[in-house]
């Protein structure tokens, strides 16, 4: 017999259920969020690491950590450049926390 794990439910943001700092897990999040859409924008054009590199302007190694989700490997601002050069735009938007 195993006993029941307890549950909590979280929020809109992991990282800051897990105990990250408000801002932190804010960007965290962001980059979360674009390394998945980045990942779905490369599959949707049927393109290998390599191609998808090329046409982000980025070497192969490093598009392979994008692709494995290693988003402590990147900024903000290098995943937008990316999806821009994909033929991406990426939107923003604020919201006043409750």
Sequence with gaps: MYAQPS???GNDNVFRDVGFPEAVAQNLLLR???VVHIRK???KLDLTQAEAAQRAGITQPRM???VKGRTQKFTLDALVNVAAQLGYT???S???VA
């Design 7 to 9: 549950r909590t439910m």
């Design 32 to 34: 979360t969020d674009l």
């Design 41 to 43: 924008v490369i599959a």
């Design 64 to 66: 392979n950590d994008l």
């Design 90 to 92: 990426v939107k923003l």
């Design 94 to 96: 604020l919201k006043k």
